[in-house]
């Protein structure tokens, strides 16, 4: 039997939880903070062609995550100029959208606390010649134009490109029963 403060802060914890509009939460419109952070991480056509979807979702299965969104699509170029905005002046940009355009990827939006920070943590560096093994890009890829999964880099980032990538009622809420395994 819980107590009532203890069954309170389960119900806030589930609200809180349950709410996909981007980012908002109900009780106070606070931004998905601690444990309801969320991150836009896709596994790329590289990676979706090198059979690598099982090993990558394992690792931040396994880390503890909450995985609250998931496709398998084959995004438009309008889409990824769009996601790569911040890049348009570069000069690998267009190669960038069309490899990202070229076959089907696994969009994510994951969940928990800091996952924003630590997905980028597990993902290494951009190019994978600097990522260190043990990282995703360390272990599983060579040139830095095939890294095989792209992480949202800030909280500001995941925000935008969860609500580029996703409706809102694509987004599940889900109470995870190892959650009090997970934190405190
Ligand atoms: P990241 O994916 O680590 O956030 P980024 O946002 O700087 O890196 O760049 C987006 C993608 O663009 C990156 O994953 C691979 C590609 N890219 C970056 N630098 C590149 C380069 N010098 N040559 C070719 N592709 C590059
Ligand atoms: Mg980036």
Known sequence: MLSPGRALAQLVSRTLDCDPSLQLVHLNKAPCTGVNERTFLAIKPDGVQRHLIGEI????????????????????EDLLKEHYIALYDRPFYSHLVKYMSSGPVIAMVWQG??????ARAMIGETNPADSRPGTIRGDFCIEVSKNVI????SIESAQREISLW?????LMCWADSTEHWIYE
């Not at 792209?150 to 880099?153: P, Q, R, T």
């Not at 996703?166 to 694509?170: P, S, Y």
């Open 150 to 153: 792209h992480g949202s880099d």
């Open 57 to 76: 979702i394992r690792r931040f299965e396994k880390k503890g995550f909450k995985l609250v969104g998931m496709k398998l699509m084959q995004a438009s």
């Open 113 to 118: 606390l800091d996952v924003v920070k630590t």
């Open 166 to 170: 996703f409706h809102a009622d694509e």
